[in-house]
């Protein structure tokens, strides 16, 4: 089932609906940023990215996989398409790697992401990426918890098209 919980929480956001790289491992329940392959097929960002192209807006069910919870897409790159939300000024509400406060708003931080099914997150710890802005602690919205953020892409980490 695609999350309840996390995912883009500002209404009406641009969005576009692109291929996707083969077998891509999209958890429901996490964050699911992806960047622009050469190829020109979406695939989910991982730690080392340096730039983000939005967030994938994940179908339910398992694709191809065999995991109710994450959602698989083709062996074949380009045969699945998926939402990507590519609005510079969309909020998402995304797992941190730990307890978010006010000392977080403001500040650009990594993400933790492996295309392996495990959760994509926001990493509070030191890096260089820096891809997404914490805006709020997650406590900031109904459904979010102290370990969640509200982000947004940071505007000079924008991959084009």
């Not at 996490?30 to 807006?57: C, E, H, K, M, Q």
């Not at 099914?117 to 990493?123: F, P, S, W």
């Not at 030191?126 to 914490?134: C, E, K, R, T």
Request: glycine share 10%.
């Amino acid at each position: 089932m695609a999350s309840i919980k996390y995912g883009c929480i500002t209404p009406c956001v641009e969005s576009v609906e692109m291929p996707v790289a083969a077998s891509q491992k999209f958890k429901h329940d996490s964050a699911n940023f992806v960047v622009l392959d050469n190829d020109g097929n979406v695939r989910l960002a991982l730690t080392a990215d340096t730039t983000l192209y939005g967030y994938a807006i994940i179908p339910e069910g398992r694709g191809a996989g065999d995991d109710d919870g994450v959602w698989v897409s083709s062996s074949t790159a380009g045969k699945d398409k998926i939402l990507i939300v590519k609005d510079p000024d969309a909020r998402y509400l995304i797992p941190a790697s730990g307890a978010v406060t006010q000392a977080n708003v403001g500040n650009a931080y990594d993400l933790i992401g492996v295309n392996d099914g495990t959760a994509q997150i926001v990493n509070l710890a030191a890096g260089n990426n820096d891809v997404v802005v914490i805006e709020k602690p997650g406590t900031y919205i109904e459904r979010g918890s102290a370990n969640d953020a509200v982000v947004r892409i940071n505007y000079s980490k924008f991959q084009g098209d």
